[in-house]
């Protein structure tokens, strides 16, 4: 089947410019995280949505970073006045929860590169 | 901080053997343990996840947890070439859904 899509694929901004990153979960899938990769560094969490729960917000760096999810499926990721340390590979997750499993399949991620 | 700790590698094997990756963890109340494989430039793959203590096969990769010395390790049997990646550890964060990762091992299997 499907696996995460995430789009665009590469996007290159302007500092201080606003972007939009979409990512289409696994269908069924009622599970949604975003993390980051920059370059050289481990995965860092940013937000989890979980169906209609309000999400975890805990790993979002600052008020510039905000997300949601529409009608439980899509969800976008938008950074606002962008700086060049937001320069990194954004990755979305999705997993279905039932019983202890909570695998986490990811989609094939958006670079980000901030001039 | 709950962390999970990996070395960094790169570990080298030859074609063939058997390549050990190992991965520690600090919150000793973790469940699930995940590992995946990355390549250059591409995200993460879902490889092999285990909850239970003990070993977990499937096909050439085989994971082993010990939660009570906060222990996972994985074993890749018969390494070809196109095992060359490095494998993240994943633990999911106790009580949050989150998945806490490792810095990665960079595996390099040679011909």
């Known amino acids: 089947g499907a696996g995460v899509s995430q789009s665009p694929s590469n996007k290159v901004t302007e500092k201080g410019k606003d972007v939009e990153l979409r990512c289409d979960p696994i269908?069924?899938?009622?599970?949604l995280y975003w993390y980051r990769q920059s370059l050289g560094q481990g995965l860092e969490f940013l937000i989890y949505f979980q169906g209609n729960s309000a999400p975890d917000k805990s790993g979002l760096p600052s008020d510039r970073f905000s997300a949601e999810r529409t009608g439980g499926s899509v969800s976008t990721l938008t950074i606002q006045r962008t700086q060049q340390e937001d320069s990194a590979v954004y990755l979305c997750?999705?997993?279905?929860?039932?019983?202890?499993?909570?695998?986490?399949?990811f989609g094939p991620g958006t670079r980000l590169t901030v001039t | 901080q709950k962390e999970v700790e990996q070395n960094s590698g790169p570990l080298s094997v030859p074609e063939g053997a058997i390549a050990s990756l190992n991965c520690t963890y600090s919150?000793?109340?973790?469940?699930?343990f995940f590992w995946y494989r990355q390549y250059s430039g591409k995200s993460p793959e879902l490889i092999m996840s285990?909850?239970?203590?003990g070993d977990k096969e499937d096909g050439r990769f085989t994971a082993q947890l010990n939660k009570a010395s906060q222990y996972v390790s994985l074993l890749i049997r018969d390494s070809q070439p196109s095992d060359s990646a490095t494998y993240l550890c994943a633990v999911r964060d106790t009580g949050f859904q989150k998945l806490v990762f490792g810095t990665g091992t960079r595996l390099l299997v040679s011909p």
């Open positions: 285990i909850y239970s203590n």
């Open positions: 997750a999705s997993s279905y929860h039932a019983g202890t499993s909570y695998e986490q399949y």
């Open positions: 919150d000793r109340g973790s469940q699930s």
């Open positions: 269908s069924g899938h009622t599970a």
